[in-house]
Structure formats: structure tokens, C-alpha cells
């Protein structure tokens, strides 16, 4: 899966990065090799199934939408 990630620096050193399609998937690092694996282990998380989702009903079905 390839998703798109804005590292920016901060103003009090390091990077903040964050994934524009993921609302809410950020993380940061004192260096841009930091800031990037950590926020491949946030986007990992943010993906990962919830009990909630895995409790959906049988009649439910996955649909993609283009948009």
C-alpha cells in the first residue's frame, strides 16, 4: 500500500509527519528517518481492525466507491 506523508520540521526541532488521507495519523521524530518509522508504525495502527469491526454484521458487505 503506498500513502502520501508530509514531513514538515519543527520549530522546536526534529519533523512532525502526518498522512493528509488518514484524518488524525500523525506522529514526529528528531530526525527524518525517525519521524518516517514512526509514522509507518502509526499508520499501521490507525489500519488495524477494531474489535467494533470485527463484530459487524454477517449481512454486511464491503463495497468499493470511487468518488
Known amino acids: 500500500m503506498?500513502?502520501?506523508v508530509v514531513l514538515e520540521?519543527?520549530?522546536e526541532?526534529?519533523?512532525t509527519v502526518y498522512v493528509p488521507s488518514l484524518l488524525?495519523?500523525?506522529s514526529e521524530g528528531d530526525t527524518k528517518a525517525e519521524a518516517l518509522?514512526?509514522?509507518r508504525e502509526a499508520i499501521e495502527l490507525y489500519?488495524?481492525?477494531t474489535e467494533?469491526?470485527?463484530l459487524c454484521d454477517?449481512?454486511?458487505e464491503v463495497v468499493e466507491l470511487v468518488v
Do not use: H, M, Q, Y
Open 58 to 60: 454477517e449481512r454486511a
Open 13 to 15: 526541532g526534529g519533523f
Open 2 to 4: 503506498k500513502v502520501t
Open 37 to 39: 518509522a514512526n509514522i
Open 47 to 49: 489500519l488495524e481492525p
Open 52 to 54: 467494533d469491526e470485527a
Open 24 to 26: 488524525g495519523c500523525i
Open 9 to 11: 520540521p519543527s520549530p
